[in-house]
């Protein structure tokens, strides 16, 4: 019965490039959750996922970010043109329809810009 | 708006009991969790309360005061694998459905 997962678990990217991070919520779990955690700093909301459909992207920077959760396959959230201030750990969390107060949480990407 | 506070750092003793408070400002407010996470890895659930009171669980316990926007989490008989940050998180409802919003963390540190 495995949990959420993420990979990679951790990314290193230059300035400029594209980092993509994927999510595969825990079987049977249809919500996605993507959180930023800076160093020191807690966790900060970002986007709010069901499948195929983006419920509440209020936390997301307006420019550069982006995340999906197609129909089939794991959730992915896109970072274009990564700049130093995009270095942290994102973690992922899925809950089951109906049940957000029961989120489980993955161990995380660690996105190193350099 | 929405505010949570938590003390940033705390230090306490094997086998001693510690409490980290929390406080916070919310609207919609639909309960209040407490996570453990070591550092370099995910949050993992300790507790969960939406009613006023204390919610015991083995070593550890949790305490919610709607009234006064406070919540404590109460750890005794430490070990040194407590050693981790602490995070509040409130639920609240706005929009349509649920949001988690967290605190900073309390970094708790234990020692022989």
């Known amino acids: 019965n495995a949990g959420v997962m993420q990979n990679p678990r951790h990314l290193v990217r230059r300035r400029g490039q594209e980092a993509r991070l994927r999510c595969s919520p825990m079987?049977?779990?249809?919500?996605v959750y993507w959180y930023r955690q800076l160093p020191e700093e807690g966790l900060k909301f970002m986007v709010y996922?069901?499948?195929?459909?983006?419920?509440?992207e209020s936390g997301m920077p307006k420019e550069r970010f982006s995340a999906e959760f197609p129909k089939e396959g794991p959730s992915i959230l896109r970072i274009q043109q990564v700049v130093r201030g995009d270095s942290a750990a994102y973690f992922c969390?899925?809950?089951?329809?109906?049940?957000?107060?029961?989120?489980?949480f993955g161990p995380g990407t660690r996105l190193t810009v350099t | 708006g929405q505010n949570i506070d938590q003390p940033t750092e705390m230090t306490a003793t094997e086998g001693a009991i510690v409490q980290i408070n929390c406080t916070y400002q919310?609207?919609?407010?639909?309960?209040l969790f407490w996570y453990q996470q070591h550092a370099g890895e995910a949050p993992t659930f300790l507790s969960y309360n939406v009613l006023d009171g204390l919610e015991e669980k083995g070593r550890f316990s949790s305490f919610l005061s709607r009234s006064k926007g406070y919540s404590y989490l109460l750890l005794k008989e430490l070990q040194m694998k407590d050693s981790a940050s602490y995070l509040c998180a409130v639920r609240g409802f706005s929009g349509g459905y649920n949001k988690l919003i967290f605190g900073a963390g309390t970094r708790l540190a234990v020692h022989p």
């Open positions: 079987k049977g779990h249809s919500h």
């Open positions: 969390a899925s809950s089951q329809e109906g049940a957000d107060y029961e989120q489980y």
């Open positions: 919310t609207s919609g407010f639909n309960g």
């Open positions: 996922l069901q499948k195929e459909n983006i419920i509440d």
